[in-house]
T-cell receptor, first 110, second 118 residues
Framework: QTVVTQEPSFSVSPGGTVTLTCGLS?????????PSWYQQTPGQAPRTLIY???SRSSGVPDRFSGSILGNKAALTIRGAQADDESHYYC??????????FGGGTKLTVL | QVQLQESGPGLVKPSETLSLTCTVS??????????WGWIRQPPGKGLEWIGN???????YYNPSLKSRVTISLDMSKNQFSLQLSSVTAADTAVYYC??????????WGQGTLVSVAS
């Protein structure tokens, strides 16, 4: 079965820029995988940040952006703030109608 | 505004069937182009996609759970449901329902914790 890969952890300084990635154990991510990105803080439901590669959900600051970088989907956070410290998950849509989540990235802002 | 709310028992005995319902408001589950799905998250772990049902009734399931999962629509109540059979402690998780789309914004419920224990 296809595995979706994410960095287990990442850190960024306040005000800095960080790019989290979402890849495949075999092959390249393209827009046809419709990558979405979610932010989750402890005890809360996931919040959709980005859908369909680079569309921002309502109310999401433009500090958050999605793209394809090389062979992976990417989430870039500019001007990192303390409350960006969360878990971030990506999900990819497979041709067969199956969706697969990545294992998530724990982002620390310090 | 689209809202989804999960409901169902918070405790299920091992080997029994877990049943949850998602009530949708602000949107019709018969609208074209949307998948109505279930996702779960075991305590302290990541998200796992369980399955979707398309507005047409076509279902798609996680291969690792396929033999135990059934997702169905109830158009008359604007609800969709999850049944997971033969549960074990490994099925203990927060279960989320969601409206998913390839092209449009997702909407998720707040989640409900289901524990499997005797």
């Amino acid at each position: 079965q296809t595995v979706v890969t994410q960095e287990p952890s990442f850190s960024v300084s306040p005000g800095g820029t960080v790019t989290l990635t979402c890849g495949l154990s075999s092959g390249s991510v393209s827009p046809s995988y419709h990558p979405s990105w979610y932010q989750q803080t402890p005890g809360q439901a996931p919040r959709t940040l980005i859908y369909s590669t680079n569309s921002r959900s309502s109310g999401v600051p433009d500090r958050f952006s999605g793209s394809i970088l090389g062979n992976k989907a990417a989430l870039t956070i500019r001007g990192a703030q303390a409350d960006d410290e969360s878990h971030y998950y990506c999900v990819l849509y497979m041709d067969s109608g199956i969706w697969v989540f990545g294992g998530g990235t724990k982002l620390t802002v310090l | 505004q689209v809202q989804l709310q999960e409901s169902g028992p918070g405790l299920v005995k091992p080997s029994e069937t877990l049943s949850l319902t998602c009530t949708v408001s602000g949107a019709s589950i018969s609208s074209s182009g949307y998948y109505w799905g279930w996702i779960r998250q075991p305590p302290g772990k990541g998200l796992e996609w369980i399955g979707n049902i398309y507005y047409s009734g076509t279902t798609y399931y996680n291969p690792s759970l396929k033999s135990r999962v059934t997702i169905s629509l109830d158009m008359s109540k604007n609800q969709f449901s999850l049944q997971l059979s033969s549960v074990t402690a490994a099925d203990t998780a927060v279960y989320y329902c969601a409206r998913l789309s390839l092209w449009l914004e997702d909407y998720w419920g707040q989640g409900t914790l289901v524990s499997v224990a005797s």
